[in-house]
């Protein structure tokens, strides 16, 4: 019965905030920091004790055909973990960073609606349900995007806003299809009448998805309005955007759709290759000139989307595995990646690399956690992001798709380089900063701290031992494709 | 088969406003048509030829009715159309006080 809690939790703290809270922000601050920790166990706990269980829940107790049912499977609890992970640091570094520029209460709310909404899509087995919670989740984006008030900020917002509901409505075009052909709105049975009607169907439906879910997850040709908005917004929604809300609206549906409703079919997986190729090289050559550093850092969240559509497509378990476990470290990366931009863009009120310098003195923490991420997202071991590029590389090579493992490796070098960039002229650079304008508090500290100390530990994920108890259930899901349906519909009800 | 032609034809409609409009009003008409267009497409696939509404009165017979389920998703769908609509609007006001335009070409200090 754990499972209506994720989505329970978080909406319940957005009313409460929204009536109790005054002016200030005290009241704000402790109910979304206690649901957070709440839903953060809540989905640890689950992921620790379930392992390869199906656990569904009807909602008002009506039964599969008719009424909307939740799902937690092993990829629920891992996508919800992560979520929770990010969005918990996120809530404390705002404290501090939100209270610099405001002293209110509705950012809080629209955090945890932001938090209900990547919940709701990540836990619900039903497509139309996905989408309104998915249309939560954006909402939230686009007023979180444009919350500092300035120019910039509502043109990105803008930009994001109007792509946002293109893609929601392709989407829901993509819905409305798949129902016509198998009057159902439940994945599982959707998956289970969708072998018998016309297969021409499935391509339609995938066309029209791989827009719609391309454009959340900015995939290369629909990645135009990502280096806006997620520089655009205040830090800790930046590494909540790039962290996990292009993963949970962009590539968990994407895998959820495509390998348990649609059975992977190869063409699909085809695409999925190209995409990610396109993305790891134009994303990285896009980032490697830019010298805002929250920009930089966009441009490469669409390059390391990339690895992760890759081995999507490899489509072999090892691949699969690179890809899971790139999109579990590629979150705890560029979040902290972020803060460190967001703290650094605090302290000296500015984000141009070139404006920076010696802020190994000014800012030690905030320098040496940035070192750690740095290494990590360019793939140095021992930390996280060599593991998992390399799992993708050597996938890809026994797939016989070498050259695809030669772009994955050419993007690897060239992410190497910009970020020596970044470090070279943004953290050692030459200007000589004696003071900071604002002191980056222990709250902020901690927040980057546990994130640093997180792209080691996660790195653990691969020994054997722990990997059959973390990441092998995960790509078992996604591998044995169909069974879902079994695993649904079969009747473990409530818990 | 005309009708569905024509419900694309609307979708293209709204696609092209979005693609080729240069003001933020028109864009977000422009979007509102685009929605129209699919929830057009949803309300078509639900309709029957000679068939009822579905509603089960006293004393009524139960004949062929048309499918309600996709009438309950539009009707989800337009409020939720609604939200995105003054979200846009909103963000459009906000432009023009900053910028004090609603041309696409002038709004355009983010680069790169």
Known sequence: MILPYYIIIPLLATFLITMIAGKKDNWAVILSVISVSAVLVLSLYSFITMKEQTVTYEMSAWSIPYGIVLVQDALTSFILVMVSIISFTSLIFSIQYIRHLSMDWKYYALFMLLVTGMNGVIATGDLFNLFVFMEIALFSAFALVAYGSKAEEFEAAFKYAVMGSISSILILAGIAVLYSATSNLNMAKIAEVLPTVDQKIVFWVGGLFIAGFGLKAAAMPFHAWLPDAHSSAPAPISSMLSGVLIKALGIYVMIRIFYNVFNAPEIFTKIFLVLGTISIIIGVFLAIGQWDMKRLLAYHSISQIGYILLGMGIATPLGILGAVFHLFNHAIFKSLLFYNAGSVEMALGTRDLRKMGNLMKVLPTTSQTSLIASLSISGIPPFNGFFSKLIIIIAALQAGLPWYAVFAIVGSLLTLASFMKVQRYGFKGENVVEAVTNKVGWRMNSAMITLAVLCVVTSLMIVPGIKEVTLDPVVKVITDKTEYIQLVLGGMNGN | ?112
């Open chain 2, 1 to 112: 088969m005309i009708v569905y032609l024509l419900c694309f034809a609307l979708l293209l409609v709204g696609l092209y406003g979005v693609l080729t409009k240069r003001d933020l009003i028109k864009i977000i008409l422009s979007l509102g048509i685009l929605g129209y267009a699919v929830n057009l497409l949803l309300i078509l696939f639900a309709y029957r030829n000679d068939s009822i509404y579905p509603i089960l009165a006293k004393g009524k017979e139960v004949k062929q009715m048309v499918d309600p389920l996709p009438q309950a998703l539009v009707l989800t769908s337009i409020v939720i159309e609604l939200g995105t609509t003054a979200m846009l609007v909103a963000l459009a006001i906000k432009l023009f006080e900053k910028y004090e335009t609603f041309d696409i070409t002038q709004i355009r200090r983010l680069k790169g």
